[in-house]
């Protein structure tokens, strides 16, 4: 059987290779002013989980204090991350240097956004199907969810509330992409992402009261399965 059908692999290659080529300025410019106003480096290189649970490192400019430890969810008001890294986190400029994670055949341009792997259970079906496709630079979930970060800012545990909120909302819709991917879709997926970095508004966020019921919904279906496998 072959899989999920999206953009092709090539034309991930070339847009990756132009996109990564056409912002090389840019990206020099930010490298600089994250050197002049934080020590460390300028770019910032984590594990993340990819296709079929193969572990790759994600490259981003690096946003937070390179001296600083804390949760790996990070919330708007965190007082790791810098001046120049909450610019470049709003613009989405830090994720310009990931094209190279596309070339490399890491990522894909569209598909479930990588996860760390603390946050990743291997043996879980659910994310055996999400992890079949390669994660993506641009995912069809964090186009509306843009406020996370604002989220993550209003609860005490943010490890708890990403893990039992969050993660189950972003979790459905990645099954959803999964399951129905197709070129088109990719496409879709991508124009969101675009128009929803440059116009914030363009989707509607999810709320507290729509996240939790998200959650309360596949926990019931989650019962209900394990019931009828017993």
């Known amino acids: 059987m072959s899989g ?3 953009i092709p692999r090539w034309l991930d290659v070339i847009v990756a ?22 020590p460390g480096s300028a770019f910032f290189r984590q594990t993340r989980v990819g296709q079929n649970g193969k572990p790759f490192t994600l490259v981003k ?9 804390g949760a790996m969810v990070t919330s708007a008001n965190d007082p790791r991350i810098t001046a120049v890294g909450g610019w470049l986190r709003r613009t989405k400029i830090d994720e310009l240097p990931s094209f190279w994670n596309v070339i490399r055949g890491d990522m894909a341009l569209v598909g479930p956004r ?7 259970d291997l043996d879980c079906s659910k994310w055996k199907e999400i992890l079949s496709v390669r994660p993506g630079l641009a995912d069809p979930v964090t186009a509306r969810l843009r406020n996370e ?10 490890n ?3 893990r039992q909120v ?3 909302f972003k979790l459905k819709g990645y ?3 999964v399951r129905d991917k197709t070129l088109a879709k990719d496409l879709q997926v991508l124009f969101r992402t675009v128009m929803a970095t440059a116009r914030p508004g363009f989707a509607d966020p999810p709320t507290f009261d729509e996240l939790r019921q998200s959650t309360a919904l596949n926990s019931r279906a989650a019962t209900r399965s394990s019931t009828l496998s017993a």
């Open 4 to 6: 999920p059908v999206g």
């Open 17 to 38: 290779t132009s996109a990564l080529v056409a912002s090389a300025p840019l990206v020099a410019v930010a490298v600089v002013l994250v050197k002049a106003t934080s």
């Open 61 to 69: 400019l690096r946003t937070m204090s390179a001296a600083k430890r």
């Open 114 to 120: 990588p996860e760390v792997p603390d946050y990743v």
């Open 149 to 158: 970060q604002e989220l993550l800012s209003q609860v005490d545990d943010t």
């Open 160 to 162: 708890d509330f990403y």
């Open 166 to 168: 969050l993660q189950p």
């Open 175 to 177: 099954l959803e992409f």
